[in-house]
């Protein structure tokens, strides 16, 4: 019996000790998903599957969406003074740099064919273009056609097995919905930020003759402008454009220019080598206290027209000074900003309907836009 206590008493010592050894030196052996460091025990996460999201994460719209997101490098040659080479112009002017200017921003490339969607501040004067995709491949692209009016630009590449953008539907979007921002600010490579949509239909900033701005609290920095504002389904929303900003970077308030506007402006410049816009011949005026009383006006809602062009559409259709505009098309205005939005949607030569107060008299008339004059450029 003695015997037998002992065999069992030193298996057990042997089995404990090769216990302590496995367990110090080889715990996973043991099927234990706690190690220590000194005496501390860390435990590990449960291992996941690489291509599983994290509940709330919007890796999924980040990785459908930034394969169509593009890096812009654009270049100017230097103009040179003519008197450049003269050794007075040289002694007071000094010795004229010959390096191009350089800049940067982004793009969206918006169909397999090569079209790229980007601003026209983005590439404007640039005499090359270069364009870097997200898998790193390089390519020169050509100017298809600009409209400054908007800042927007639409060009071309020529590569094969091109990644293009899903367009979404902006015209749905709420204030609140959740967006991401993408882009390559300051030139550090593609970079995605989120935020929320802060307002909507933002005007009167000066920054394009037709305004309606997407407004986002998603970081938008200098180098981001061209890029894309998605939703948390990876869906085109609008083209990053302006930031506000007292510093040079994101204070959280920047603007995008609707994927709604975008698309009729890429459709125009691709069908017609231009976009055409509606034109009524008018001076429109917000509707201020003095003009109401000028103009014997009761209503405070509208935009008052100042001034019509002779022979102009809107003489034609029978719009006169004084009168207030409070509708195109059945869509209410409210300045002048949301009525050269209305009318420049408006197809030249289709009559729509306007709707005036005439003093205290309500009048609908059908005017028939033309085609809007392009903006003269500054004499050089």
Do not use: C
Not at 133 to 158: C, F, M, Q, W, Y
């Amino acid at each position: 019996m003695k015997r037998l206590w002992l065999l069992f008493a030193q298996t057990v010592t042997v089995l404990l000790a090769a216990y302590f050894v496995v367990g110090t030196l080889k715990p996973d052996w043991l099927g234990n998903r706690s190690t220590r460091l000194g005496s501390l025990p860390l435990m590990e996460a449960p291992a996941t599957s690489p291509t599983a999201a994290p509940v709330g994460s919007f890796r999924l719209a980040a990785q459908k969406s930034s394969a169509a997101v593009v890096s812009i490098n654009t270049s100017k040659a230097v103009r040179n003074n003519p008197n450049s080479n003269d050794p007075w112009f040289k002694f007071f002017f000094g010795e004229q740099g010959n390096e191009p200017q350089v800049g940067l921003g982004s793009g969206v490339i918006v169909s397999a064919s090569g079209y790229i969607l980007t601003n026209n501040h983005v590439v404007e004067s640039a005499d090359e273009i270069e364009v870097i995709l997200n898998d790193s491949r390089h390519a020169k692209a050509k100017v298809i056609g600009t409209d400054p009016d908007s800042d927007l630009a639409v060009l071309k590449i020529e590569l094969d097995r091109l990644p293009a953008i899903v367009l979404g539907n902006s015209d749905t979007l709420q204030v609140g919905d959740q967006v991401l921002a993408i882009g390559n600010p300051f030139g550090v490579g593609q970079t995605v930020t989120g935020g929320i949509v802060s307002a909507l239909g933002r005007n009167q900033l000066g920054i394009n003759t037709f305004e309606n701005f997407i407004q986002t609290d998603a970081a938008i920095n200098p180098g981001n402008s061209g890029g894309a504002l998605v939703d948390t389904n990876g869906n085109l929303l609008g083209i990053n454009t302006a930031i506000y900003s007292r510093s040079g970077g994101s204070m959280g308030i920047g603007f995008a220019i609707p994927v709604s506007t975008a698309k009729l402006v890429l459709e125009g410049i691709v069908k017609d080598g231009q976009v055409t816009r509606g034109w009524i011949g008018v001076e429109p005026n917000d509707l201020s206290p003095e003009l109401a009383e000028t103009f014997g006006v009761k209503t405070r809602a509208g935009v008052i027209i100042t001034g019509v062009l002779q022979n102009g559409p809107a003489a034609q259709s029978g719009i006169r000074p004084g009168d207030v505009i409070t509708a195109v098309a059945g869509k209410p205005v409210s300045n002048v900003s949301e009525l050269l939005s209305s009318v420049a949607a408006l197809k030249p030569g289709t009559a729509s309907k306007f709707d005036l107060l005439r003093r205290e008299e309500k009048v609908t008339l059908d005017v028939t836009p033309g085609l809007r004059p392009k903006p003269r450029k500054p004499a050089q």
